[in-house]
């Protein structure tokens, strides 16, 4: 969430977070305690504080004559910091824009159709920023948008299946990304334990669990610790 308590926000947003959410307040949590646990998810109300991403690269694993063997590993880039436009989202719109495109590459998450892509982009519109094209989607036809969303590919075409990558990772045989904390806790993790750096790991751990569940889709050996490389 923007703020560490309720009262923070002015009069209009504090009418405005009731009526959003007023049909889903817990009969055990007050409105301060469900603004804390949930403002988060809604990006009118929350902000970003970390994002992580990860891209495959090819590279000669051994030199056989005059053939190579190559292995793909994978290298993370994090963007994190308290201040949400100079710190996260600038340079990450940055990035894109000067290195990814439509047609080049793709960006894969889980339920990042739902979550991850629609949150950056409003996050990205709410601080007045130009959308690179990787994220200014809306005109594409559902076959030109370049990403993909494990969860959906987990669904095979059933509408009601929403598996967590905690539960896919686990029947997959791939290490859990939930070790040190998982996403709900990360309101209390940045507010009350100051823990930016817990919640960098959280988001790299997620990233190669992903990684990692994409091959293990295409029948592929998984990545090794040793194959991914932190930028």
Known sequence: PQHVQFKELDEDMQQLWRYRTDRFLPEDQSVPEYYFNKAGVYAEFGKVICITVGLFKKEVKEDVGEEHEFSYNL?????????????????????????????????????????????????????????????????????????????????????????????????????????????KDVADVYWNEKGLDKILRYNQADVIAIARLIQRFKNLPILSDDEVVVA
Not at 96 to 121: A, M, Q, S, T
Not at 134 to 143: F, G, H, I
């Open 75 to 183: 290298h993370l880039k994090s963007f994190y910091g308290d201040l949400e436009q100079e710190d996260v989202l600038l340079p990450f719109n940055e990035m894109l824009k000067e290195h990814f495109y439509p047609g080049r590459v793709w960006l894969c998450g889980h339920n990042i159709l739902e979550f991850d892509i629609p949150f950056l982009c409003r996050r990205s519109i709410i601080n007045g920023l130009e959308l690179p094209k990787m994220l200014d989607v809306a005109t594409l036809k559902p076959w030109e948008v370049p990403y993909i969303d494990t969860m959906r590919i987990w669904k095979f075409g059933e509408m009601r299946n929403r598996t967590s990558l905690h539960l896919l990772t686990k029947v997959l045989g791939i290490p859990s990304p939930k070790g040190e904390m998982e996403g």
